[in-house]
């Protein structure tokens, strides 16, 4: 049984707690949107579902009503003693800051796929993401909750206003789609943006390139997304040298698809 928006208040009060802005934290109180999160994630039996930030165990519940393995890591002490008392032995919960958890201790000795899904806070949805994309291959997908432009910002296609930096680095290891949006009114505070939910599916195949070397050169073009190219990657690459990678040094870093950022980053590595 997932929690309504009176049961939330009521554990809460109970364990003397309250959202702290300074984290993020917004608690979904619909069992009707949890279990949509739970189902889009195409999650079950079989599968270990990492959870970060799982609150009071909203979607907690939800994860285990698939039949699926949980293992949530909720990095506030408070919340972390709620939710284990939620979710009792149906699930694992890992006090530690998932920014810096080790990995192998989460995924321990299970051997089939593995999943993030979760309710991100705002402040830490792209980082997190993307680190956990680059260094956790285990990690098959990530379905997550997080504002509207994050998810916006994942999904984009070169030319769009919103592509950048995020778009680029998320295509490198994954595919990913914005399956569906989310109203304030289902939060615990009401946060003021809208959210919505992600999934980005791991390539079979590994990087074209290496996550860092790729970064260096999206993080240049994008540094000055009003210049061309050859003045944006002044430092790392030649106007000519552009030109040889099959890119027009006058394109500007919104034009380029992943297979281009890869050609520059190869010619960078070439010349160092």
Known sequence: MTHSRPAIHELLDRHGLAARRELGQNFVADPNTVRRIADLAGVGEG????EIGPGLGSLTLALIETGASVVAIEFDSGLAAAVTEVVGSDARVIEADAQ????SDVIGS??????????LPY?????LTLDILADVPQVDSITVLVQSEVAERFAAAPGSKIYGIPSVMAALHADAVVLATVPPTVFVPRPKVQSSLVKLTRRAEPPAVAHRDLAVVVKAGFGQRRKMLRRAL??????????AAGVAPTDRAEQLDLDAWIRLTRAVLSNS
Do not use: F, S, Y
């Open 100 to 103: 810096t958890v080790d990995w």
């Open 110 to 119: 299970h051997t089939g796929p593995v999943h993030v899904v979760a309710n």
């Open 123 to 127: 402040n830490i949805g792209t980082t």
């Open 234 to 243: 002044v430092g790392l690459l030649t106007e000519e040298q552009i030109a």
């Open 47 to 50: 599968d270990l579902v990492v």
